[in-house]
Nanobody
Framework: QVQLMESGGGLVQAGGSLRLACAAS????????VGWFRQAPGKERAFVAA????????DYADSVKGRFAISRDNAKNTVYLQMNSLKPEDTAVYYC??????????????????WGQGTQVAVSS
């Protein structure tokens, strides 16, 4: 059973940057697409970004396009989310998730089977 662990969250001022990491243990990422989602207090979990199993295809929510970048290192079983020009509205718990083996990039939660516990990102104004 794969376990996903997010890291890299924290408190940052508006305009700052953070890099989140999602590491897999007990399984592999290399044949699976991986996505990032976030959930702010009182709101539903929302899609942020996703990367195909090869890394050749990515997708982003409109709200983060041009500011966030998703990448992966299959040799390290790790997926990253580089977040630049952060805004207070980016404040949320960020989750990574593993999709279906050899599957395509999905932008909704039902497309993912395995989830991490989340890491908190707080952006102050």
């Amino acid at each position: 059973q794969v376990q996903l662990m997010e890291s890299g969250g924290g408190l940052v001022q508006a305009g700052g940057s953070l890099r989140l990491a999602c590491a897999a243990s007990g399984g592999t990422f290399s044949r699976y697409p991986v996505g990032w989602f976030r959930q702010a207090p009182g709101k539903e979990r929302a899609f942020v970004a996703a990367v195909s199993w090869s890394g050749g295809s990515t997708d982003y929510a409109d709200s983060v396009k041009g500011r966030f970048a998703i990448s992966r290192d299959n040799a390290k079983n790790t997926v990253y989310l580089q977040m630049n020009s952060l805004k207070p509205e980016d404040t949320a718990v960020y989750y990574c998730a593993r999709g279906r083996q050899w599957g395509g990039v999905a932008s909704s939660a039902p497309g993912y089977d395995d989830w991490g516990q989340g890491t908190q990102v707080a952006v102050s104004s």
